[in-house]
Structures are given as structure tokens and as C-alpha cells.
């Protein structure tokens, strides 16, 4: 069983492109070997965009409010209960923020790759309580790595900002 990262997942870029990542770059996840299947309604006003992903086919339990990015190992954007609002910022560009939980790290070649292929820009914050260390991924859309680091805190509890996420 893997230590999770658990922080926030934003990308932006170009409406078209974080539409074509919302559609195609993320899926439902496997389970129990359980394979559920998603449609995705989309309602779009312009300066703002509403994906709610919904599953079909027949499973047990409750649903799995997750989403898997595509070609990275057991990386999700979670809490979809509402979906994903994306809006357009200042800059006339569109942006999300989501929940996001990873297994052990969060992998930066399999990030840049995504960034690279659907022309978005990611930052990704993570949390890891159970080894105690905070690892911050920013990537541009060429797939270029502005910032990786990984901080360990001499005072784990007092200097997180958010020292109950992950383990």
C-alpha cells in the first residue's frame, strides 16, 4: 500500500486546450477490478466552463470520485462531487483548481509530458504527512520545468501549512 501526496492540481492555458485535457487527458479509474465507464456533460458560458463527469455500467459501492490523468502511474484529480469549474483569468486565459492525491510523488517527467502534450500549464502542491515532506511541481506548456522542489521541515506540525495531508 503506497504513502499518498495529497494537494491541490491547477493547470491553465488556452480554452481549447484544457477542454482537450478534460476529455481526453483523464478517465475513470480501475478498482477492484471494476471498470466504470464516464460521460462527460459539459456546459459552456463563454468566460466559463462546467465539466460534470458521471459514471455508467453496473458496479458495487460507491462511486469513485476520482479521476485518473492518463499516462501517469496513480496520479488523480479527486473530490469531484460538483465537478470541474474552469474560468478565464485576468490574463484572458483558462483556469481550474482541483483536489489532487498521488501515490508516493508526484512524477515531474510524466507532468512535463502532459504539459508538453496538451499545451497546459501545471502546478501541482502536494503534502506527504507520513515522511513529513511538501513537494511543489510547476511545468509550462513546452514542457519546460520551472520549479521542483521537495521541503523537509524541522517542525513538521508547526511549519506545514497543511501538515494533515497525505501519509
Known amino acids: ?12 492555458g488556452k480554452k481549447e486546450n484544457i477542454d482537450r485535457f478534460l476529455k481526453n487527458g483523464v478517465g475513470t479509474a480501475s478498482w477492484f477490478d471494476e471498470k466504470r ?29 476520482s479521476l485518473h490523468i492518463k499516462d501517469t502511474r496513480r496520479h ?3 473530490n ?3 465537478g470541474i469549474s ?21 512524477d515531474d517527467e510524466q507532468i512535463s509530458d502532459i504539459c508538453e502534450q496538451y499545451g497546459i500549464d501545471i502546478r501541482i502542491n502536494g503534502y506527504e504527512c507520513g515522511q513529513e515532506f511538501e513537494q511543489i511541481i510547476e511545468i509550462d506548456r513546452n514542457g519546460a520545468t520551472l520549479e521542483d522542489k521537495t521541503i523537509e521541515y524541522d ?13
Open 1 to 12: 500500500m503506497p504513502n499518498w501526496i495529497e494537494g491541490t492540481f491547477r493547470a491553465r
Open 37 to 65: 465507464e464516464m460521460e462527460i456533460c459539459v456546459q459552456d458560458y463563454g468566460d466559463y466552463l462546467e465539466y460534470d463527469y458521471m459514471y455508467t455500467g453496473e458496479f458495487t459501492g460507491k462511486p469513485f470520485e
Open 86 to 106: 474552469v474560468s478565464k483569468n485576468k490574463s484572458g486565459e483558462m483556469q481550474f483548481a482541483t483536489d489532487f492525491k498521488a501515490a508516493w510523488y508526484i
Open 155 to 167: 517542525d513538521w506540525l508547526w511549519e506545514c501549512a497543511m501538515p494533515l495531508l497525505g501519509g
Open 76 to 78: 488523480f484529480l479527486e
Open 80 to 82: 469531484l462531487e460538483f
